[in-house]
């Protein structure tokens, strides 16, 4: 479906969503949604999952959903699929995109419709359902959250985390404990991510020039993230392979680590426009007033165990109630699918199918 909501720049714009819809029959007052937000995938509109076959993991989830009565709406997000660059990252918007999408579909069905809604969402869904909890508080029909890996603290990630833990990995990898090329991954995709935070950032500061905040060596591969204008760049594999083969190209006969690799500034998080992005696009700063269910695997090298734990920490005690489940051994996008019963049973419990 297509819908109107509010972008970045406080005006209306058209967003895309899918809508699926139970075989079982409607119950007599209505469909409850689930509002599946769902992982990176780039942010030009050939990226947006409404243009792809569906992901497996969501297709596992949604089976599950549908299975026990509840219509599934998956917003592509503002600017993904539709004209505009999408502001990745970027709370407020995806969880915009996700209540009106809910808005749009009431409106639609009427009367086939309960009122209640809960959101789900892994890595920048996570986020996003996290967002969406924060700006539906106050919503009677919204009944919850279930973020999985939930993106957050980046800037901390990258600077802080990333550097010791790419060095470790490498070790790991010269005595046999990791595949080769697992360090490499690993800054591939975090590089990826910052690409498309700094592009995205464009939607609301057209003149942001993102390149300032990268060093040299990866200021040929950060445009890629963007293409032409920002409707055209890479998709998340395309990305990550570009930077895997530009560090290949960087260590290769250098006797240099892959950490080595002069990605993001040493000074990035004091540029004031990525200050205040980290700032207002942090999750879980806010106690949430409705029941959350987070879901990390310990073996996550995108979003670290401790970064959710800590956000989870946060969110109890500013008094949120939160059902965490840390999932031995599970990498970034396996926990999800490893907890998918104990997900269902979350949203079962607090908001029945009828």
């Not at 970045?8 to 949604?33: C, H, L, N």
């Not at 700094?198 to 939607?203: D, L, S, T």
């Not at 930077?243 to 004091?270: H, K, M």
């Amino acid at each position: 479906m297509t819908y109107k909501m509010p972008n970045v720049r406080d005006q209306k714009t058209e967003a895309t969503a899918m809508v699926f819809y139970p075989s079982a029959p409607r119950p007599v007052d209505g469909w409850r949604v689930v509002v599946w937000e769902h992982g990176t995938v780039g942010i030009a509109d050939h990226c947006a999952p409404s243009r792809n076959s569906l992901n497996p993991r969501f297709k596992a989830m949604a089976e599950s959903l549908l299975a026990a009565g509840y219509v599934i709406v998956a917003p592509d997000y503002e600017g993904l699929g539709t004209p505009g660059i999408h502001p990745y990252l970027h709370l407020e918007s995806a969880a915009q995109s996700a209540i009106y999408s809910v808005r749009a579909l009431k409106e639609d069905l009427g009367a086939h419709m309960h009122g209640a809604w809960m959101s789900v969402g892994q890595s920048q869904g996570g986020h996003a359902s996290l967002g969406t909890a924060e700006f539906a508080n106050q919503d009677a029909n919204y009944k919850g959250a279930v973020a999985a890996a939930p993106a957050s603290s980046l800037g901390y990630i990258i600077a802080e985390v990333a550097p010791a833990a790419i060095h470790d990995l490498e070790l790991a990898e010269s005595v046999g404990l990791y595949p080769v090329g697992t360090a490499r991954n690993v800054y591939a995709e975090l590089m990826a991510y910052a690409a498309y935070v700094a592009v995205g950032i464009k939607a609301y500061e057209p003149d942001f020039n993102y390149l300032s905040i990268f060093q040299p060596e990866s200021q040929d591969i950060v445009p890629e993230a963007e293409g032409n204008n920002g409707e055209n760049g890479q998709c998340l594999d395309e990305l990550m392979q570009s930077f895997r083969e530009d560090i290949d190209a960087f260590t290769e006969n250098s006797g240099l680590a892959v950490a080595d690799y002069p990605g993001l500034t040493a000074n990035f998080q004091d540029n004031a426009t990525i200050k205040q992005f980290l700032a207002l696009n942090q999750p879980a700063t806010k106690k949430l007033d409705k029941p959350i269910m987070v879901i990390q695997g310990e073996a996550d090298t995108a979003v670290p165990a401790a970064v959710t734990t800590a956000l989870v920490d946060n969110l109890r005690e500013m008094g949120t109630t939160v059902e965490y489940e840390l999932v031995p051994g599970a990498s970034h996008t396996q926990a999800i699918v490893q907890r998918n019963a104990e997900l269902v049973r979350f949203i079962q419990t607090r908001m029945p199918a009828q």
